[in-house]
């Protein structure tokens, strides 16, 4: 017990406030109770990842989360993310979650890690050792009528299909070749099999009919994948192979994925991307998405 909120793991029967906190501290996150309560009763098959809850008054308040990154070349990387509810904060409760993680990250042998933070959270961050590095830039677009968009044909060979007329096998090494890039605090390698079957094939909220690939001589050379929960979405991932980029096939997936969705009554989209992901932004742009919000990334050494 720490002042006056208790903080202790995360249950499953947590999902409905960690969702209904996220909701009021990020409400351009899309994450539903199935996920959430999966993601509480069986973590992740990575390892070293804790999920703790803080509860004032028999209500979740605050969500902290970290864990060593397996995503990056640095083994002794991770991620920390922390929720507090406003109406909680400048009592100490931020400082206690975030105490914990730090000393869960510690102990598992990471010794550098970042965690988002909102513009109003950087001097919090600071206080406690993170310093800002890169901006993310989140992104909403109204699906209302998007539908009746110009329909964008597909280039001669490639074929727009649904995700789940598709083999795992073949999106696993799509998002392989295609994420090997991708913008980060370090170098990216390719996330491991069975964490990635887990965050994205195996997602509750993968919507597969929305979900949308572009297949070339039998492989996927495009693909965006949406993550759905009631009327809301959020694109997961929007990528292209490298040897197939400039051709136009993120924005012909997307589109697609997009007016799916819409189709089966979502009604608006969220999404996020690294401020130097131009490309991508410059796709969001020119389907409609504005901008609804900032997170800085906050890296310190412990």
Known sequence: MTADFAIRPARPDDAAGAVALRSVVHPYLVRGEA????????????????????ERDGGIVGFTSAFRDTRSADSGFGRVALHVHPRHRGRGLGAA?????VGHL????????????APDAVRFARAH????????????????GFGDRPFVPAPPGIQVVRLREVAEEAL????????????????????????????????PGLDRDASTAAVAGGEIVSFSLVLRDGDRMWSDMTATVPARRGQGLARLVKTAALRRAAASGVR???????EENKPMLA???????????????????F
């Open 35 to 54: 996920a959430t309560r999966r993601m509480f009763a069986e973590p992740p098959p990575d390892g070293d990842r804790i999920f703790l809850v803080a």
């Open 97 to 101: 979650l975030l105490g914990e993680a």
């Open 106 to 117: 510690r102990s598992v042998g990471v010794r550098r890690a970042s965690s988002w933070a």
């Open 129 to 144: 050792g993170f310093e800002p590095s890169r901006e993310m830039r989140f992104s909403a677009l109204d699906l209302t």
């Open 172 to 203: 696993y090494a799509a998002d392989v070749a295609a994420a090997t890039d991708e913008p980060g605090e370090t170098p990216p390698q390719p996330t491991p099999y069975p964490l990635w079957r887990y965050e994205i094939w195996d997602e």
């Open 268 to 274: 608006a989209a969220f999404t996020s991307n690294d």
């Open 283 to 301: 796709v969001n742009e020119s389907l409609g998405y504005r901008p609804v919000a900032t997170q800085i990334s906050c890296l310190a050494e």
